[in-house]
């Protein structure tokens, strides 16, 4: 009889057994509030991972993602916090969500879920996840159940600066000392300053691990525009995550928050949009490149003329959405004195030759293997591009793209070259 019972019992929890993949939605305290989570859970998970979702709101992605990473032991919470809070979702409502708030969200899963926690994130989202994590260190000194954090494409900066302008990191960045693994995709303007991340996210005393992705952009596990290269490394993007966990699982953690300022964002200043007055040092950097057309272009050459140098890649829709009206105001003005120098990103040189080609472009292409006069420019989005006077000083300056049949674009640029050169 003892043996039938066993074996019933057995049975049954067989039948019960959560298979990998399996989701449930849960609410969690967070303030005056509910938090929805929806849950993917493993069998028997190593960690758990609570996801917060990016300025892109929870996505499909998302959940693939995570059902994929339940085969690998990693149980996922895909919390929504737009939806708690009742915000639309977009980038200013992010920045309105409140750490302290998502904090005690972060301790009611700690204190529910099966295995210890990691928070997780992606793209602007990072920066809430950040401060959240360091709100709930303050709270809970010598908690030892979140063992760290683990980002994708992580952009720490308050906000994109304005051409010419530093960047300001969240101060969360640099007052983390709980262990964080970054998922860093090639294509990315994020790609450019990820030495400066890896060292403001050290700051603090936290143990930094990294991985590169190739030949992708952010976002590539959701891109409505995804690239089959970017479909087929969506596919890999679990065990990455699954591997991250493992590093961040075997890190020591600290008994309390590191000694820095408390966690909040810092209010950012509200953003230009279009051409605007360039508030950097005016001289620029050095400029000389090898273009497409196999000639050596040094930008030092050009002192007499206006000079637009736009940064750009075929990979990035506005920039290649510019370019046909940036080719209009080449052909327009180049026998009055501008010129036009589009410095390519680090693709190849037939490709970037054949794009030429193709949309009719007519002024220099010039190519930036390593990117490195992005860096020397300081290039935070794509496109960004600077407009130089006949004295060769930095004038005008747009982050993003625009349509340079814009009158008041062309008015400003129009003014550029009626002004007496050297």
Not at 100 to 105: G, H, I, Q, T, V
Not at 191 to 198: D, I, K, T
Not at 316 to 343: F, I, K, N, Y
Request: hydrophobic share 45%; with cysteine; glycine share 8%.
């Amino acid at each position: 009889m003892r043996r039938i019972l066993r074996g019933l019992l057995a049975g049954l929890a067989g039948l019960l057994a959560v298979p990998p993949g399996w989701a449930l939605e849960r609410a969690l305290p967070a303030a005056d509030v509910r938090l929805p989570v929806h849950v993917v859970e493993a069998q028997q998970p190593r960690a758990v991972l609570f996801w917060l979702p990016s300025e892109h709101g929870v996505q499909d992605g998302q959940s693939q993602v995570a059902e994929a990473l339940a085969a690998h032991g990693v149980e996922t919470w895909l919390a929504d916090p737009f939806e708690a809070w009742l915000l639309p979702i977009g980038e200013s409502s992010l920045m309105q969500l409140p750490p302290r708030a998502l904090a005690e969200s972060i301790q009611a899963a700690a204190e529910t879920a099966r295995a210890p926690l990691i928070l997780a994130s992606h793209d602007r989202g990072s920066i809430l996840a950040l401060e959240a994590l360091r709100q709930w260190q303050l709270d809970h000194p010598g908690d030892e159940r979140v063992r760290g954090a683990l980002f994708v494409t992580p952009s720490l900066f308050l906000q994109t600066p304005e051409p010419g302008q530093p960047a300001r990191s969240t101060p969360a960045a640099r007052a983390t000392n709980l262990p964080v693994f970054v998922i860093q995709p090639e294509l990315s303007t994020t790609a450019l300053r990820l030495p400066g991340l890896l060292e403001t996210l050290a700051a603090g005393g936290a143990r930094v691990y990294w991985r590169g992705v190739p030949g992708v952009r952010d976002r590539f596990f959701f891109r409505p525009d995804a690239s089959e290269e970017e479909r087929s490394q969506a596919t890999h993007l679990a065990g990455w995550m699954a591997e991250g966990v493992g590093l961040l699982l075997r890190e020591r953690v600290p008994a309390q928050a590191a000694q820095a300022e408390p966690a909040g964002t810092v209010a950012a200043a509200p953003r230009k949009r279009g051409l605007v007055d360039f508030e950097g040092p005016p001289r620029p950097p050095a400029l000389t490149l090898i273009g497409v057309d196999g000639v050596a272009h040094d930008l030092a050459a050009l002192r007499g003329r206006v000079v637009l140098v736009n940064f750009w890649a075929s990979w990035c829709p506005p920039c290649v959405h510019e370019m046909p009206s940036m080719q209009t105001l080449w052909s327009d003005w180049r026998a009055d004195g501008l010129e036009v120098l589009a410095v390519n990103l680090g693709e190849d040189e037939a490709a970037m030759r054949a794009f030429a080609q193709r949309h009719r472009l007519g002024f220099p292409i010039l190519l930036d293997p390593r990117r490195q006069a992005a860096k020397d420019w300081k290039v935070y989005a794509y496109p960004t591009s600077f407009i130089l006077d006949r004295q060769g000083r930095i004038r005008l300056a747009v982050a993003g793209g625009i349509d340079w049949s814009e009158a008041e674009a062309r008015a400003r640029i129009r003014a550029l070259l009626d002004e007496p050169g050297t």
